[in-house]
């Protein structure tokens, strides 16, 4: 290995005997020591010109985020077959670059099988100007100690940590028995990182970049390769800008601080983060805060479809819980902008606590789990989410409201879920005591879901909106099911079409304000329905995404005393959305309406089945009974058409 000269770079030859007493190389040859002398002319013109073309490269980057430190200590170093270094506070000695003084460095060439150490109680701010560090048996740049860590990517530099896949553990304050450092780039001060540079991280012993305490990335393109995790802020993380690639073993960023009030969170606000992890995509500890950016996330971890919340293991605050989450909290999660494309193997976005969603763009894919899950309130005030596959779309374990938005869901099972409770038989889950209502006040919402459209454990009310569920065909779910043991069905705004088979069928309310039809109708997918008033006008005008039994439409335009013809097989031209067409389309019939309704109830039902809900099982069907054109359908001797309830 060629013998590396460190050359000093002053403002004077007086102060020469000063400086190479403040900063020093250990790796010089001490033999070499008078030549070195008698040529250090000709090294102080070489280094200087270095110097210089640092300093201009730092006047011209003109960085939108700058963090001034008090220290005035400003040092540059150089390291390559020479080592120049200019400034004091800092030492290079077997490979180790070791800072042990507050303030500014700015590093540039490369460190082969060593690292940066950094000891002071004082702020230390990097400058990596082009500047790569491996080691193979250890971390590439550990802070130690510091007030706090400052990384700056100097603009149009590439920057590169990579440590080894084996520690050695046998450097500074290192310990096999702690496991620290594990990462590497490894801080336990908090850690702020900007610039306009690039900075490429590779963990191959565990993870790319921990910081023990606070973690902020500003600014950067910064890519993390991790055999575990990507990137860890133990306290908290936040990302306001930047370009993010994280490619992880194990999850993809996260906070481990589940127990101390005010840490473990994560706040996203700005950048454009993409994360491929084998666990969760993103994971919070505590409380997880999206207000803007740009976020997509893969998760392939292999998770038991139709497992709990939790993925293999419950406890969410270890280090590895095995779940393959895109997006996770272990408190309240919240949503106000930003976009977020989530394709994942579990939950695509879970929350421990209550979770709001008040705007932002959600594209959620889950392979065998529920496209958002969350375990308090669910709340959705504004936003787009879009769940284009899942078990179940949305479900909360206690109340779940929506007030706006736009909502479109896909699943193999439950379209919305208010869920837990007593439904769930010999369950243990606390979320049992919570209350499972749903709120629909407005927003739209399109729903196709083999499952049932609309679940909940307690009441559906729905007050406004526009609510369009494509149901079950077949079996044991309906596009409605409210909770048992008196709940309802209550309808008093918006419009609602409910499409669905026939078995389990529920009706809305005779409580209901608004009218309602429930209607037995034999349709084939791609079928239109149309009901139209006594003088021709239509009131609803819709095709079904697949086979139909039994739908419940519920509209502001149903008027009582009115007289209202059902027609299925017409053909219909105008404008369309999920099947529901404005009520100016044209629409062409053929033969005789399936039934004629005449309103003198809020709730006017044709045919057998659906009951009004409420009863043990979720007041499934009614008995049987007439199929005329009487108002109510008069099925079971009762002129409301039954109320399904078992004892």
Not at 154 to 179: H, I, M, P
Not at 522 to 534: C, F, H, Y
């Amino acid at each position: 290995m060629k013998s590396k000269k460190t050359a000093f770079i002053l403002a004077g030859a007086v102060m020469l005997s000063a400086v190479l007493g403040g900063c020093s190389s250990s790796d010089a040859d001490p033999d070499a020591t008078a030549a070195e002398s008698g040529t250090a002319a000709s090294e102080s013109v070489a280094a200087s010109a270095a110097v210089t073309t640092l300093a201009q490269q730092e006047q011209q980057s003109a960085d939108t985020v700058t963090h001034d430190i008090k220290e005035t200590n400003v040092c540059t170093v150089d390291i390559g077959d020479d080592v120049f270094i200019s400034g004091s506070g800092v030492s290079y000695e077997k490979n180790v670059l070791s800072v042990s003084k507050g303030g500014t460095y700015t590093l540039s060439g490369s460190i082969s099988d060593g690292f940066v150490y950094i000891d002071t109680d004082e702020n230390v701010k990097l400058i990596l100007n082009g500047f790569s560090v491996s080691n193979s048996s250890g971390c590439a740049l550990y802070c130690y100690n510091a007030k706090n860590l400052y990384v700056e990517l100097k603009a149009n530099t590439e920057n590169k940590l990579e440590d080894g896949a084996v520690y050695s553990f046998e450097e500074k304050n290192q310990s096999s028995v702690d496991n620290e450092p594990n990462a590497a780039l490894y801080s336990k001060a908090d850690l702020f990182i900007y610039g306009t540079g690039s900075l490429k991280v590779t963990g191959n012993y565990g993870l790319a970049i921990r910081c023990n305490d606070d973690l902020a990335i500003e600014q950067g393109t910064i890519a993390a390769d991790a055999a575990e995790n990507g990137i860890r802020g133990s306290d908290s993380v936040k990302i306001s800008g930047g370009s993010i690639t994280v490619n992880a073993k194990k999850d993809g960023i996260k906070t481990t601080n589940d127990t101390d009030s005010g840490k473990g969170d994560i706040d996203i606000s700005g950048g454009k983060i993409t994360v491929n992890a084998e666990e969760d995509g993103i994971q919070a500890a505590q409380s997880l805060s999206v207000s803007g950016g740009e976020i997509n996330i893969v998760t392939t971890g292999e998770v038991a479809s139709g497992g709990n919340d939790w993925g293999w293991f419950r406890n969410s605050g270890s280090e590895n819980d095995g779940t393959s989450k895109g997006i996770k909290s272990g408190g309240a999660m919240s949503v106000s902008g930003g976009k977020i494309s989530v394709s994942s193997t579990d939950h695509c976005v879970h929350s421990a606590s209550e979770l709001n969603i008040s705007g932002g763009e959600l594209v959620l894919d889950s392979s065998a789990g529920k496209g958002i899950s969350s375990h308090g309130d669910l709340t959705v005030d504004g936003g787009k989410i879009d769940v284009l596959n899942s078990t179940e779309g949305i479900e909360s374990k206690a109340l779940f409201t929506i007030n706006g938005g736009e909502i479109s869901v896909n699943a193999s099972d439950d379209g919305l879920n208010s869920g837990g409770g007593s439904d769930q038989w010999g369950s243990t889950n606390s979320d049992d005591t919570q209350t499972h209502d749903m709120f629909i006040n407005g927003g739209y919402i399109y729903i196709n879901a083999s499952g049932d459209g609309i679940d909940s454990n307690g009441n559906i009310a729905v007050s406004g909106g526009t609510v369009i569920i494509n149901g079950p065909t077949s079996g044991g779910d309906g596009a409605l099911d409210c909770g048992d043991r008196n709940c309802s069905i209550n309808i008093t705004g918006g419009l609602l079409i409910a499409a669905g088979s026939l078995q389990m069928a529920e009706n809305p309310s005779q409580s209901s304000t608004q009218n309602c039809f429930g209607i037995q109708v034999n349709m084939k997918e791609g079928e239109t329905l149309a009901i139209q008033d006594s003088k021709g006008n239509n009131t609803v005008v819709f095709t079904a995404a697949k086979q139909v039994q039994h739908i419940v439409i519920s509209s502001p335009d149903i008027e009582n005393g009115e007289s209202y013809k059902v027609y299925t097989g017409v053909t219909a031209e105008g404008s369309e959305k999920n099947g529901l067409y404005d009520n100016d389309a044209r629409v062409t019939v053929s033969g005789d309406p399936v039934c004629t309704l005449t309103v003198s109830s809020s709730v006017t039902v044709y045919g057998s089945g659906g009951g009004f809900g409420g009863g043990f099982g979720g007041g499934h069907g009614g008995g049987p009974g007439g199929f005329g054109d009487a108002p109510g359908g008069g099925f079971g001797g009762n002129p409301d058409g039954g109320f399904g309830q078992r004892p």
